[in-house]
Structure formats: C-alpha cells, structure tokens
C-alpha cells in the first residue's frame, strides 16, 4: 500500500531570466516501509521535489499542477494550519545542511525538548525522558544533551538532528543529503543507525543524494531523476545490476568502486538542459551516447520495461546490448567532441614567445610517456621504474636520482587557550599535535594520496607542503633544497612551482574577478609581461582542463558557472603556470558523482601529460585508489600505513586501515560492508602517548600496544605499517618472529 502517491506533479520557479520548470511531470509511489533512493546531479529537482512533498518552496517557487497523496489525503488542498499538524508529526524531514541546522546559542537537548513540548505537547518531565530515549535511539550518549552543538563531533550533530526529525514518530522520513561531506567512518556509523531504525521502527525513507553508493547500501528501491523527471524506476538489485536508462548507466560507470576498480570512470560530458525552454525530445539527448534522431524528437514517457520497472527512453528494449557498449568510456568521450567542437573548431595553438621575468611560452604539450607504463612498475604496484632504494630516492642507470619532494621527520605544533582571555575562564594553554614525525618522498610524476578521518592531519600536511604553514620540527626538502631556508628569490620559483587546488570551488574565486582576471593573476606576479602571451597561456590551460571553447568562459564570473566548471577553473589556475608539484586538498568532495568522474579524470590525465608530482588529501579510498600510485593513512597526525595503492587496499596490514576500507560504500546492494570493529571517537590531539596512537579504538589491541611503540615495518613492495601485528591474523597474541619491538618516543 502507498503511503505517498505523487502524479503528474510541476514545479516552477519564477525567475528573472524566466519560468524554470524545476519539476515537470514527476509521478512517483512509496510503499509503507519501503526504502526509496531519489538520485541524480544537482539541479535536476530532487530537493524542490521534497520542499514540494512538505510544502516549504521559497516565495518564487510554486506547484502549478499535479497531486501530493498522503495516507489518501491530498496534501495541496491542505491549509497552512493542516500542513503545520502534518509536519513532524507524520512527516519528518533531514535538511541537506543539517550540521549547521542547531542553534549554536541553545543546547542541543534544550532545542529537542522544546520541539517536543511546542509540537509534541509533551510537558517538560515527559519531554526530557523522550529526548534522552532519542538519544540513546541514535546511538549518543544521554549526557550530552546539554551540550551545545560546538561541542558535538560532524557525525554527533547529524545524529542529533536525526533524533529531532524521530521524535514525533513520523511515518514518512525524508533525509535530503543526510552523509554528504561526512568522513566515511561517521558516513558509515551514519548509515547503521538510518538502517537500524529503519528495521526497529518500521520507517518508510526517502533518500535524496547524488552518492549512489549511499543508496545501494540502504534502499530497496531507486527512482532516477534528470532534468525535473523521473527517468528511471526500479528494485535496488535489478538497478545495480541491469539499469535500463542510459543516464543510469552513465551514472553507476562514473562512480569509484573499491570491490571492483576500473582503469577509467566515465564522465558524463556536458550539462542538462536549460528547464526555461526544455527540449521538445528527449532531455538526455545531446549527453546521450546512444542518441538517434528520433531522441530530437520524440519525448519518451515513463513507461514499463520489464517486472515492477519503469524506464524513460526509446531505446529501453536494446538496453541490455547498449550496457555492453558503455563499458567502454571512449563511447561517452564522443558525446563531448559532438557537444563542444560542432561547427566550433579548436583555438590555434598559440606560437612560442619568451616573456620577460617569465619561460618561454610552450605551445600545447604533446603527451608524454606515463611513470606508470613499464612492467617494473606493475609489480611495484606502479609507483616508480624500479623499486625505491634505501636513501628514499629511484634508481635510473644504477645510479640515485634525488625526489622531488621529501619530509623528513616533520612535526607541526599549535598553541590554542591561554591567554587574558582563558585566565578569564580558567581555561589553561594546550598543545595540538596536529603533525607528528612523518617522513616520506615523492618523486617526480608520482601520484600519493592522503587518506584518515577529519582531524588526522591531512590539511596540516598539505599546508606544510606547500609553505603555507612552517614546520615545528623536521625537514621539508623540495629538489633538494630546504624550505625553511629559502631566500625571497627562491620562495618566489618556488611558489610558481608548487601549487595547491582548493577543497571549495565555490569560496576558492574572487566573486568580483572574470576568470580571465583570476587565472592571469599569477602570471603577472610572476613577470608574465606580454598581454597577448598571458591570454594565450589561458586558453590553453582552459582547453587542457576541457573548458571548451575557452573563449566562451573568459568573461564569465564565478557565479555564472557550475560547480564542476568551477573546479575545472580551480584546476586551471593551479596548471597555468605548469607548476612540478600540486597538491589537492579534497578536490571533488562536493560535486556530482558525473562531474567528479570528468574532473578525476582530467586531474589524472595531465598529470601523467605534464609529469606532475601529485598529492591528493581524501577521506574516500575507492577515489585514492583510482588516482593514486601509493596511499598514505593518516591517524593523529602520524603516517600508520603507506605503500601502493593495490597493496594498501587489498592488502591493509594495519587495523585503522581495515576500518577505513570497510568503512567505503560499494555502489552493490548484493555486497554488504563488513560491520566496523574500532571504537567510535578519535581522541584530542591534545592527549599524548607512549605506545600505540590507535590503541584506544583497536579491536585487536595488546598490552603492549599500551607502553610500546609499535615498530615501522616494510615488506619487499615498500609496503610500510606501524603494527605490533604486522603480517599476522588480527587474533594472533604475539608478534611475528624476528620482528623487533623498540619503544617509541613519548611526546
């Protein structure tokens, strides 16, 4: 029996430029106590179709037709009034923001006492007992309902809102983005409680995300939304399995999957329609690799394709010989060339031309042999031409090359309270351990990805690396040379040569600066004279990043693009001066599934292009694992684990590893992730140890984890993890024979 039945239901934005017909004829059912997964890119009307359900659309949008039925009651003839009983008390809602959700001025308990009380009528006895039931329901500690949410962890605040929208016991939740931008550890502990609650309640979820693999590890059921329409319906299984709608295919092809890697995502070139003048086709049409004229056309219906299944396109009875031809990702590649280069031919490659303070200007760079091709490399898991030598550098010749970048025991320490104000509020100074003792190299056209929880040290590092932090201890050698003590002149090369990509593409422009402005910028600090030689040097940064014709963006402002095009800026403004080191701080963490595919690639690509030494900070080890040659764990500002990529993820030696790895969803419903064995919680990076960092949440920890260092242990494929278990079963008491146990420094 439906508890939601939605039918021809439209959805208009009155703006400026036009009507946007944000959502424009979207039929969909939800069973009781089903699980349904609404996904799709940004902009395609998934959260205006839920403002629409609970009717809070913003002053400029409203439902022009269509029906809303709940529980048989036809939500639209509803007064205000009504709608205000309706709401969390039969239909509860996780806004996509809901870290920044709490009033930061109120406790937390207090804000979910009050909603009990006002809407629940619950007087103030009943309304703590019911919020300390929530709480425990939620798995957080009944303590800390009177804490204010700066003192709750990102994973306890999302909690917290997730007991708020259970209070009232709703019989329809709808969490709109509930894990996005979440470490995958909380992301996972996350997911167990919506599954949990979902098993002990009996809850019917609506799940609205881009991240597909969210939705193959919790709903049942998947609706596929492009462009304001559903254009695919079906079962979780069948559609991982066997989807019926080329955008579908697009989308799972593009996303990382850690159980089963592929040597190249696909990315879904170019961008939806304009939903002011929609295309009288098919809306998928002009991304479409399989497109016909008759796709110009005709516009396909919702119509069904197969047992329980409803799919949107013509070609829905060729589907299963069309899936064996998206396999491959240089069908999709195509659609980009038929796009962007009809009756539009490339810009000529600009002539070389030396300019005063600057090199010379290179035309485009023919593509170069990749550091990853040779058979040496594959048993290395690709990570150099030869296996690295003792002193840290490769060997070429018999002879030592030096790496392009190496730290060497470097530590980085705040100082945070104290002062006036914390002898004020009896607060004493501390000490933050951000970094702590890490060594590594890198070498030219080499790929490492930084992979731990939010707070591990992951930034700090990239920040040291790129001398926009100093070291507390240690040294960091680029080329050769020490940053510390570099000299004005060589700090400038040395800025032109390094640079960093942002995590926020959206805060990472100047909103008043063209992106001609913001990408010439660097240029001219670093004496590019000649306007014409600047210009040139833009556009082919611009075609290199697949911003085409680069013309076109120019004179564009920030505002003015995507968020996958405003990465692509990003990018371009790291590249525009052919830096030899780039690191990238969490570079598609908050796009689209399609557009993170095309950027990974991009990124990918030319570095392998220019031989660009590359370092990739992440919580996500499926995206390590696609663009990284060797993985780095990160645990409390130590490196617990590195080595290549293929080692690390099918081989972790350490437990924090395991945790993480376990931790990725897989875009399958037929794998289950095994359940997380550590405790929950990283300890203050105040705290200091003698033994183990990890011990405190290890499943498998020993009394000697407690007062010994674990030993840095490397195998015969440079393949290092600090772990008194190194090589053993997880269960076995002792060390592994001839392994020497030493004690670590006490910090």
């Not at 306007?531 to 040139?536: F, I, K, S």
Request: charged share 25%.
């Amino acid at each position: 029996m439906s508890i939601l039945s939605i039918r021809d239901l439209k959805v208009d934005y009155a703006t400026q430029e036009g009507t946007v017909q944000a959502v424009d004829g979207v039929s969909l059912d939800v069973d009781e106590g089903q699980q349904v997964g609404l996904i799709g890119e940004s902009g395609c009307g998934k959260t205006t179709l839920l403002k629409a359900i609970v009717q809070v659309l913003p002053r400029n949008g409203r439902i022009t037709a269509g029906k809303i039925m709940f529980k048989g009651i036809d939500m639209l003839q509803l007064s205000k009034a009504e709608m205000r009983q309706l709401r969390w008390r039969e239909i509860a809602t996780i806004p996509q923001a809901s870290m920044d959700s709490l009033n930061p001025v109120q406790r937390v308990g207090s804000q979910l006492m009050k909603l009990l009380r006002v809407r629940g009528g619950y007087d103030k006895r009943a309304a703590r007992r019911r919020a300390a039931d929530l709480f425990d329901l939620v798995g957080l500690d009944t303590e800390r309902l009177m804490h204010y949410p700066h003192e709750f962890s990102g994973g306890m605040k999302q909690r917290a809102v997730i007991a708020m929208a259970l209070a009232l016991e709703p019989s329809l939740l709808i969490a709109d983005e509930p894990v996005t931008a979440l470490d995958v550890i909380v992301q996972h502990q996350i997911l167990e409680v919506l599954r949990e609650l979902e098993q002990e309640l009996n809850l019917t979820v609506m799940l609205i995300t881009h991240d597909i693999s969210v939705v193959a590890q919790v709903c049942d059921s998947v609706a596929v939304m492009y462009a304001g329409r559903i254009v695919e319906q079906a079962a979780a299984q069948p559609f991982f399995h066997a989807p019926a709608h080329p955008y579908s295919l697009g989308l799972q092809q593009a996303f990382p999957n850690l159980a089963r890697p592929r040597d190249e995502l696909v990315s879904i070139e170019g961008y939806p329609p304009d939903l002011r003048e929609p295309p009288s086709g098919c809306r998928f049409a002009e991304r479409c690799p399989f497109v016909q004229d008759s796709c110009h056309d005709i516009d396909p219906r919702l119509e069904l394709v197969g047992d329980n299944r409803l799919a949107a396109c013509l070609r829905s009875g060729e589907m299963e010989t069309l899936r064996l031809q998206a396999e491959d990702p240089a069908l999709w590649q195509q659609v980009e060339v038929a796009q962007y280069f009809v009756d539009q031919p490339l810009p000529p490659a600009p002539s070389p031309k030396h300019q005063g303070g600057g090199d010379a200007l290179a035309g485009l760079i023919e593509p170069t042999a990749s550091p990853l091709e040779s058979a040496e490399e594959a048993a290395y898991g690709g990570i150099s031409k030869s296996p690295p030598n003792a002193l840290g550098g490769d060997l070429e010749g018999g002879r030592v090359v030096a790496p392009l970048l190496e730290m060497r025991d470097v530590s980085k320490r705040f100082k945070i309270g104290g002062g006036l104000a914390g002898l004020l509020r009896g607060d004493q100074e501390q000490t933050v351990y951000a970094v702590n003792n890490i060594s590594f190299t890198l070498r030219r056209g080499e790929s490492l990805g930084l992979a731990g929880e939010s707070g591990c040290g992951k930034s700090t590092t990239g920040k040291l690396l790129v001398k926009l932090l100093d070291a507390s201890d240690g040294e960091i050698l680029f080329d050769g040379a020490d940053l510390a003590g570099m000299e004005q002149d060589d700090l400038l090369n040395f800025r032109r040569r390094s640079q960093l990509m942002f995590q926020n593409p959206f805060e990472a422009l100047n909103p008043r600066f063209t992106l001609y402005r913001s990408l010439t910028e660097p240029l001219i600090i670093h004496g590019w004279k000649d306007e014409e030689a600047r210009l040139q040097r833009v556009i082919e940064t611009l075609d290199r990043v697949n911003l085409r014709p680069a013309e076109v963006f120019l004179d564009k402002y920030p505002h003015q693009l995507s968020g996958g095009q405003l990465q692509r800026v990003v990018l371009a403004r790291a590249l525009v001066l052919h830096p030899d080191f780039l690191v990238a701080d969490e570079p598609v963490s908050m796009l689209d599934v399609s557009v993170r595919a095309g950027i990974l690639n991009t990124t990918r690509r030319l570095a392998r292009e220019l031989g660009l030494a590359t370092v990739y900070i992440s919580h996500d080890l499926s995206l390590l694992q696609y663009t990284c040659d060797r993985i780095a764990i990160m645990y409390l500002g130590e490196i617990v684990e590195i080595g290549p990529s293929s080692e690390v993820i099918n081989n972790p030696q350490h437990p924090y590893t395991k945790a993480l790895i376990a931790a990725v969803p897989v875009p399958d419903p037929t794998i289950e992730n095994p359940p997380l064995r550590i405790q929950e919680g990283i300890p203050r990076p105040t705290e200091q140890f003698i033994g183990c960092p990890f011990a405190q949440r290890c499943p498998d920890v020993m009394e000697a984890c407690i007062d010994i260092r674990p030993p840095a242990i490397t195998d015969e494929y440079s393949h290092m993890a600090q772990c008194h278990l190194y090589g053993q079963h997880r269960d076995s008491p002792k060390l592994k024979p001839g392994a020497e146990v030493t004690s670590g420094n006490t910090r």
